[in-house]
């Protein structure tokens, strides 16, 4: 346990291992009336006991099922703490089978109180460390996981670890993720030969995509497996392509490129007048940006995500900062679209490929990671149903002289939205 966690808990888990087992039904009982209340109930829903003991919460068979392994799991349970029932999930102490939207209606009945996570995750510990050491210090808890885990679930195509594009919610991953990857070349309008920056390349993705067009890409990563993946790959394949150990705050280039690329890691740079300055020194005159990112309220991240999957300030995509801080360079939005649907779609479907190969993943690194990453990938899904978070994709062009223009004209009109 953490000094955070150790600060912030009122009671250990397990403390409870005598729980009235009839009032902890009663307590359920009364937070699925509360959600009744609020409209936001599941369907109905089994709750069983170590002992035996079962209970049905609404009428008729039940969608899903809680089951209570010991008394830490009971402890979790009746804590309603958020935290403190995905660890329990994670240790096996609690287990759920059935319909997992159903059941992550029920995150609305929990509580997820710890401001002293929050405070330090968000704001001191990059105030600390600096934006650079804080990223490259919290980057292991989530890309240096051994590579081979991700490539069981993530498309099998492109490996790709943003959201897809898709047509329809029945297309592949292996569609959704090419058409997506397609999309950025052409909204950059790149050919042959043409200089790309990817920023954060986890497993090569867009390197490979990129090279074999005949795109010269430079790949800079934080990570230490990233940056050995894509050096084996691009050596492999022959690509024209290079990886660089560097944080994109601190990148530099002797030649400006002819585009950007950033799929999916606005979200870890959360400081956006930096990044979008950067892009404006890193770009050619008329090069374009291509950014897609999952959207929604400033550093709005649970516990469990800031603790279990990324460390740190990652933060959804702001827009109306992001606008702001873009507002104040030479960078025009010429594309804004929301992709809230497809995220849904790509979260979803490598939650199901995931299940797929629980045995496997549990075999060589644990229950507990296969146990994470579900509850990051069906939860992660569920938001984006359930509106919670949203996505968006933006291209970027660099105008030389915009910036005074807008000072002298005024604000342009905004860029056009699809929906």
């Not at 770009?283 to 990324?310: C, H, I």
């Not at 984006?384 to 994709?393: C, E």
Request: net charge neutral; charged share 25%.
């Amino acid at each position: 346990m953490s000094m955070l966690d150790t600060l912030e808990s009122t009671r250990m888990p397990g403390a409870e291992p005598r729980a009235n087992v009839g009032d902890t039904f009663e307590r359920v009982a009364a937070r699925h009336a509360h959600l009744e209340a609020c409209g936001r109930q599941p369907q109905p829903f089994e709750v069983s006991m170590p002992g035996g003991a079962k209970r049905v919460f609404g009428r008729g068979a039940p969608a899903f099922a809680v089951r209570v392994a010991d008394a830490e799991g009971l402890a979790a349970l009746r804590s309603f703490d958020e935290l403190a029932i995905a660890e329990a999930y994670m240790a096996g102490r609690l287990d759920f089978d059935g319909d997992v939207f159903e059941l992550l209606k029920c995150r609305a009945a929990l509580s997820d109180r710890r401001p002293l996570r929050y405070l330090w995750s968000t704001y001191l510990r990059a105030l600390a460390l600096g934006q650079v050491r804080a990223d490259s210090a919290g980057i292991v808890s989530h890309y240096d996981i051994d590579p081979e885990f991700f490539m069981l679930w993530l498309d099998r195509d492109v490996r790709g670890y943003s959201h897809g594009f898709f047509e329809n919610d029945d297309e592949t991953l292996e569609t959704g993720m090419k058409r997506k990857f397609q999309f950025a070349i052409d909204a950059c309008r790149l050919k042959p030969g043409d200089r790309v920056l990817d920023i954060g390349g986890g497993w090569g993705s867009f390197v490979e995509f990129g090279g074999t067009r005949g795109l010269h890409v430079t790949s800079v990563t934080i990570s230490d497996s990233s940056k050995r993946y894509m050096d084996a790959l691009i050596e492999r394949k022959g690509l024209p392509c290079q990886a660089v150990k560097e944080h994109f705050l601190a990148f530099s280039s002797k030649d400006p490129f002819d585009a950007i690329v950033n799929l999916g890691v606005s979200e870890h740079l959360p400081d956006y007048a930096s990044t979008v300055k950067q892009y404006e020194r890193l770009l050619k005159p008329g090069g374009r940006v291509y950014l897609d990112a999952y959207s929604g309220e400033r550093f709005n991240m649970t516990s469990f995500l800031t603790k279990w999957v990324f460390e740190g300030n990652t933060s959804p995509l702001n827009l109306p900062k992001y606008t702001s801080a873009l507002e104040r360079t030479d960078l025009e939005i010429l594309l804004l679209q929301n992709d809230a649907h497809n995220y849904h779609l790509t979260c979803k479907k490598w939650g199901e490929n995931l299940d797929r190969v629980a045995d496997e993943v549990t075999r060589r690194w644990g229950a507990n990671l296969y146990r994470r990453f579900r509850l990051y990938l069906y939860g992660s899904a569920f938001a984006f149903q359930d509106g919670q978070l949203s996505a968006h994709r933006m291209v970027l062009e660099h105008r030389t002289g915009l910036r005074r223009r807008r000072a002298f004209f005024g604000r342009p009109g905004a860029a056009p939205l699809r929906r």
